[in-house]
């Protein structure tokens, strides 16, 4: 036997509705347990999304694949926009930003960079990438304002935009 909570009447186990009011005798437990056991997955789950998320937002290889591109294809737009560098130089001061920066193994510069950057993701410390001839060349900024996931920032440095207004 268990008890109508309507009119507390007793009635069979086997029913579903009570016989003397009509109150449905379900019972609202179950749901309520699927539901709970569901809104705890979905806790325990969702830390694991957002990092891998996050992870992809905050992760500098975009960048990295545009200054890349920028270099092989000699678009200086491209290259400038991955990197911050300005805009306004003349024909003859872009080339020479990207003869320079060319002027080395392009798949090692890239692998350097991303090292670099990645150590500095991790470590939460701006650091430099140097060309091959050892000058560096961007520098590698950790974003202070995010909070619980750092941002890299790559930026062409202002010591190699004076050498190249320098050789105008």
Not at 14 to 32: D, F, G, M, N, Q
Not at 106 to 112: A, H, I, Q, V, W
Not at 139 to 156: A, R, T
Request: aromatic share 8%.
């Amino acid at each position: 036997m268990k008890v109508c909570q309507t009119c507390q009447a007793g009635v069979k186990r086997s029913e579903k509705v009570c016989p003397y009011c009509s109150a449905s005798l379900k019972s609202w437990k179950r749901p309520t347990y699927w539901g709970i056991g569901i809104a705890i997955i979905v806790l325990l789950l969702s830390p694991i999304f957002i990092h891998v998320y996050m992870d992809k937002v905050t992760s500098p290889t975009k960048q990295i694949d545009a200054m890349i591109n920028g270099l092989e294809r000699d678009d200086y737009p491209m290259f400038a926009e991955a990197v911050g560098a300005p805009l306004e130089l003349d024909e003859q001061a872009q080339q020479l930003v990207l003869d320079y920066m060319k002027d080395q193994s392009l798949s090692d510069f890239k692998k350097r960079t991303t090292r670099i950057t990645a150590r500095a993701k991790r470590d939460n410390k701006n650091t430099y990438v140097h060309h091959e001839d050892g000058s560096a060349i961007l520098d590698v900024k950790v974003s202070k304002y995010n909070v619980f996931y750092n941002k890299v920032e790559i930026e062409l440095r202002e010591p190699v935009i004076q050498w190249v207004a320098s050789h105008e």
